[in-house]
């Protein structure tokens, strides 16, 4: 597998200039003799195919949910990340980029980060140009927050709903390219597999979820858009649909993973309350703006908070990282928290769960500006817990929430099977082993907007391709393949469910797994355990998972254990990738790798380098690769929040 | 943390073309701490060991953000609570010993698919005809350049917070989706922005509306009632304005 990052030459803040310039273009009359598939329409997806769609390529655009407005970036809550300088405190396109590669501990490269904060400002002037209602000061500007690790306020909001408002805006470009004819829609779809010919990228094969149908499409580029991982655990902070198979199928068939293991642990969630669970609520971090984390600083104290006089509490964030505070970056707010119940300072019920207390923002600021803030989350809280945060603290514990890790890709956003593309959550080019809080939305749109077109018009200016069509042996082999995997999950079921396992409960079992073994911290015995456990999971799952219905119909239980089948798959390299990197870094702690006060420790001699993994077969163990990462522009530090 | 025993009916509908019918379930120990959709999963998982077809049932974040789920409880969109989407509906709002009856949005313009998941597509096409502003992406101004005063920008976002979900529809006695429509004319009436296609978008969105099969607005308000993000029904008087001004200017 050859890692070659094509990193542009020249000083950090030419290259992305360099590159534009370099770049090969397609003239305007010719790029409507170019096709390109976009599957997924969160804010990285919907705004590519639009973007191209202006552009004069012909697209087609995928989702799994029934419109394309339904993408889990609607469920963004508290900001986007734009180097505007706005509040005049001191922000730069450099201190967004060095506050991202700090943040990412590291483990990211320098010039796709340092392109992700220059184009950052141009996605608040195109998001205010169509109609976004990002929130403004008195006098008409736009409004700024700080947000979760940032000393500056260079945030930009809409109440909190945010990716709500930034995905509609990016729908509304989406759906205006429909209705033009320069984007066909296909909704209801799951992409199933990548179609590789003559060693390019050139289709899809996806499963209409309404008729399920197995369609083959064809196209010159093929641009994944489709989101993180999270649900390997199978409570997270994501949607239900969210999965892994569209980057794991391409993962199979070439594509490199990088960093897996990256997964971030959200410190500010609704807690666990059964095991009926579906999913995670998050609550967004801008509520530890004004609200002080706590617990009692007596073990199983089971008063209720009014009755714990201020003594009795233990501020740790505060107490801890003086100049941070409560903002502390999300991993040490969430490794924290885990701590502190560990002691058995846990609160609630179940004692997974730490004070989040707006008590004294309120005596400050008044109950009217402490509710224009938070409104509308502390309803959203109040609806699932039955308690109000303006009269007694809120119950918070981490959750799985975002992925770092992803496909592979280069600076031009291309993973190693020429004409795949990976864009979003998808990739795992800009967060390094944590991400900042309002960089993700960022980094959807700078993709989607601003980068992918150059990559496209670079990729078919040098590339002759030949025409295929859908009747290629390539395109009959695929859905054929994917025919072949439905009927395989499928064949335990005709003697009916006696003695079968449903596939939620063996998703169960493997969240568990994850969770406990390879979840906020992280040891070798424990990994080596969970690698040696999973074979056991995946079998049980092939051998006995019971799925009702057919294949050719709406079949909601099918959909699942296909989603399902893949994470058990990705699963291992999960472990595998965690078990190699024997440091503590971003957003996990290696037990094994800690500082004299157990802080997170990196070790740069041996891990500054990102882990790519190669497909090597069913029954073959995956092959490691190493891209090196060199920092020229900055320091790497420790971390330090104290 | 206290449990309740239900009695569930809800329509099963095979597909499109296919009768359906209630059909009578019931569930016991079900903790009241339970979302409505977790309710529902652990009905199919129920269902699913017993051989039964599970209820198919259309849902994705389950943070009332996504405007994925929803259905008719006991004759009310999202069911009893104010301003609240299916997913964010607790058990706790019921008591032991009840029977709900769960149905699917219904309206001319949504055919049922299957159970309680409708085809809500005709609510994208309304979008497509004009609910946007035509900038493509790149050479635009500053953020800053556009001033805005917050009181316009926040009446803006209350239009915007529509998700979409389609109860609207479902709970109009005409099947109007004049409060889905008003909410995107409204926000982007409301803006500098929108300005420039104004009277083209009111125009082009009510024409879409009325060619997908929806009806008009009678001001039966059962719309504001259940909508879950609080749209209110002075949307509709703005579009009514936007439009009626549109239609005398430029038709």
């Known amino acids: 597998m050859e890692l070659n990052a094509r990193v542009p030459a020249g000083p950090l803040e030419k290259k992305w200039d360099n590159h534009r310039f370099s770049n090969k273009l397609v003239n305007p009359a010719n790029r409507r003799k170019y096709s390109a598939i976009v599957v997924g329409t969160g804010l990285a997806g919907a705004s590519a195919a639009a973007t191209l769609s202006e552009q004069g390529y012909q697209v087609k655009s995928f989702c799994i949910q029934d419109s394309p407005r339904r993408a889990h970036s609607i469920a963004a809550q508290g900001g986007i990340n734009a180097a505007k300088n706005y509040q005049n405190d001191g922000d730069s396109v450099f201190r967004l980029f060095y506050d991202t590669i700090k943040g990412g501990d590291f483990r990211s490269r320098e010039a796709n980060v340092y392109r992700l904060a220059q184009v950052s400002t141009e996605i608040i002037d195109q998001c205010v140009a169509q109609g976004v209602p990002f929130a403004r000061e008195y006098g008409g500007t736009l409004a700024n927050r700080s947000f979760g690790g940032a000393q500056v306020s260079r945030t930009f909001y809409a109440r909190g709903q945010t990716g709500q408002q930034l995905l509609l805006g990016a729908y509304g470009a989406l759906s205006r390219q429909i209705h033009a004819g320069g984007v066909e829609m296909f909704t209801r779809r799951e992409m199933m597999d990548v179609v590789v010919v003559d060693g390019r990228a050139r289709g899809i094969t996806t499963r209409n979820i309404m008729t399920g149908e197995i369609e083959s499409h064809v196209a010159d580029v093929v641009i994944l858009a489709t989101g993180g991982y999270g649900n390997v655990y199978f409570l997270s902070t994501n949607a239900m649909a969210s999965n892994v198979t569209a980057a794991w199928r391409a993962h199979k068939k070439g594509a490199g993973f990088a960093n897996p293991s990256f997964v971030q642990i959200h410190p500010t969630c609704i807690p666990v309350h059964g095991d009926y669970q579906s999913k995670l609520t998050l609550m967004s971090e801008s509520l530890r703006n004004d609200g002080r984390v706590w617990v009692p600083k007596k073990q199983g104290d089971k008063r209720l908070p009014a009755d714990i006089p201020e003594d009795e509490r233990d501020y740790y964030l505060e107490n801890k990282y003086p100049s941070f505070g409560n903002l502390v970056p999300r991993d040490v707010a969430s490794r924290n928290a885990k701590e502190q119940c560990d002691l058995g300072k846990g609160v609630g019920n179940t004692q997974l769960a730490v004070y989040l207390d707006f008590a004294e923002a309120i005596n400050r600021d008044g109950e009217a500006a402490i509710f224009k803030k938070y409104g509308n989350l502390f309803q959203m809280y109040e609806k699932i817990t039955d308690s109000n945060p303006m009269k007694e603290p809120m119950m918070i514990y981490p959750a799985v929430h975002y992925t770092m890790g992803g496909l592979w890709v280069d600076y031009d956003l291309m993973t190693n099977i020429p004409g795949l593309f990976a864009i979003g959550e998808c990739n795992f080019s800009d967060h390094g082993a944590n991400r900042l809080g309002a960089s993700a939305l960022m980094q959807g749109l700078a993709d989607g907007y601003f980068v992918i077109a150059t990559s496209i018009a670079h990729y078919l200016g040098t590339n002759k391709l030949e025409k295929v069509s859908e009747h290629e042996q390539d395109f009959i082999d695929s859905r054929r393949v994917v025919e072949d995997r439905i009927a395989k999950l499928l064949k335990n079921s005709a003697g009916g469910p006696a003695g079968k396992f449903t596939v939620d409960e063996i998703h169960k079992e493997l969240g568990k797994l994850m969770w406990d073994n390879c979840g906020m911290a992280r040891n070798k015995e424990d990994l080596e355990k969970a690698l040696k456990e999973l074979p056991a999971i995946k079998q049980k799952f092939w051998d006995y998972v019971y799925i009702p219905g057919d294949t050719k119909e709406i079949n909601q239980s099918l959909e699942r254990a296909g989603r399902l089948a893949d994470f058990l798959e990705f699963a291992e390299i999960m472990i595998r990738d965690a078990l190699t990197r024997g440091e503590s870094c971003g957003c996990h702690l290696r037990e094994e790798s800690q500082t004299e006060d157990n802080e997170a420790k990196r070790d740069d001699e041996n891990y500054s380098h990102v882990s790519v993994w190669e497909y090597a077969g069913q029954q073959e163990e995956p092959k490691l690769h190493i891209e090196p990462l060199s920092f020229e522009n900055v320091t790497p530090s420790q971390r330090s929040y104290k | ?251």
């Open chain 2, 1 to 251: 943390m206290s449990s309740i025993n239900l009695t569930l009916k809800i329509w099963r509908q095979q597909n499109s073309d296919a009768l359906g019918q209630l059909e009578t379930y019931t569930l016991d120990a079900i903790h009241t701490d339970m979302s409505f959709l977790e309710m529902l999963d652990v009905l199919n998982e129920k269902l699913t060991k017993e051989g039964q077809d599970p209820v198919a049932f259309d849902h994705d974040c389950r943070e009332g953000i996504c405007g994925m789920c929803g259905a008719i409880i006991d004759g009310v969109a999202h069911g009893p609570e104010k301003e609240v989407t299916l997913c964010q509906l607790h058990m706790r709002h019921f008591k032991d010993g009840d029977t709900i009856v769960i149905e699917p949005f219904r309206s001319r313009a949504y055919p049922v698919k299957r159970d309680l998941l409708i085809d809500r597509s005709a609510l994208d096409r309304i979008i497509q005809s004009g609910g946007y502003v035509s900038v493509n992406t790149g050479g635009t101004v500053d953020g800053n350049s556009i001033p805005i005063p917050s009181q316009q920008s926040e009446l803006a976002m209350d239009a915007a917070a529509c998700i979409g979900c389609g109860a609207c529809v479902a709970s109009c006695p005409n099947g109007a989706a004049m409060l889905f429509t008003s909410a995107k004319v409204s926000q982007l009436a409301l803006l500098p922005q929108g300005q420039v296609e104004r009277k083209q978008r009111a125009l082009a969105m009510v024409e879409q509306m009325d060619k997908e099969g929806f009806g008009n607005c009678t001001n039966a308000k059962e719309c504001e009632a259940v909508c879950p993000k609080g749209i209110s029904i002075r949307n509709i008087a703005r579009l009514n304005k936007e439009y009626l001004f549109a239609a005398m200017t430029e038709g």
